[in-house]
T-cell receptor
Framework: QQQVKQSPQSLIVQKGGIPIINCAYE??????FPWYQQFPGKGPALLIA?????SEKKEGRFTISFNKSAKQFSLHIMDSQPGDSATYFCAARLTGNQFYFGTGTSLTVIP | DTGVSQNPRHKITKRGQNVTFRCDPI?????LYWYRQTLGQGPEFLTYFQNEAQLEKSRLLSDRFSAERPKGSFSTLEIQRTEQGDSAMYLC????????????FGNGTRLTVT
């Protein structure tokens, strides 16, 4: 059973576009929602994270929007660049520090 | 801070052989995690240590898998009698001792079982 559902599986945008990646969850016990970026041959690296008492968080060109009632959250990448081409994973944490990951979105930014 | 270090980076083994991977976490992190990632999937939780104590184990961790963290520093993950289905990237992550802290991943060990 997939605890965190992520879509789309892949995404292609032009440079400067705003890709949006969506995640949904069911377990209301999740209390922390990070996004990770992974390049080929590397481990996932933390990009940005949010807690459920906040509806939006911005760090640089990356924004998380969080809808607690809908149990959905999304990642927006402003002014996307070819260097942003990577796989992005959403995750959710249960108390006790066990993280559940989405299946990933492969993003390609075309110059 | 040199980050989480994993060795080896790649391991090719024949079915039925035993393999062992090592993870060195960030020095001040007392929490250590093992995850498995297959192609096109997100990391799947295997097990979690707080200091030297193994606090959680996933049902994915069959009897052929064992993890240790004897002195609360580095950890090893051993897979006995490897099967082709064990082929995956094995990721180690660590985090500081306070709740809500993110995971810091290493670059993984890619295991190929032939």
């Amino acid at each position: 059973q997939q605890q965190v559902k992520q879509s789309p599986q892949s995404l292609i945008v032009q440079k400067g576009g705003i890709p949006i990646i969506n995640c949904a969850y069911e377990n209301t016990a999740f209390d922390y929602f990070p996004w990770y970026q992974q390049f080929p041959g590397k481990g996932p690296a933390l990009l940005i994270a949010i807690r459920p008492d906040v509806s939006e968080k911005k760090e640089g060109r990356f924004t998380i929007s969080f809808n607690k009632s809908a149990k959905q959250f999304s990642l927006h990448i402003m002014d996307s660049q070819p260097g942003d081409s990577a796989t992005y994973f959403c995750a959710a944490r249960l108390t006790g520090n066990q993280f559940y990951f989405g299946t990933g979105t492969s993003l390609t930014v075309i110059p | 801070d040199t980050g989480v270090s994993q060795n080896p980076r790649h391991k090719i083994t024949k079915r039925g052989q035993n393999v062992t991977f090592r993870c060195d976490p960030i020095s001040e992190h007392n929490r250590l995690y093992w995850y498995r990632q297959t192609l096109g999937q997100g990391p799947e939780f295997l097990t979690y240590f707080q200091n030297e104590a193994q606090l959680e184990k996933s049902r994915l961790l069959s009897d052929r898998f064992s993890a240790e963290r004897p002195k609360g520093s580095f950890s090893t993950l051993e897979i006995q009698r490897t099967e082709q289905g064990d082929s995956a990237m094995y990721l180690c992550a660590s985090s500081p001792p306070w709740d809500g802290s993110p995971l810091h991943f290493g670059n993984g060990t890619r295991l190929t079982v032939t």
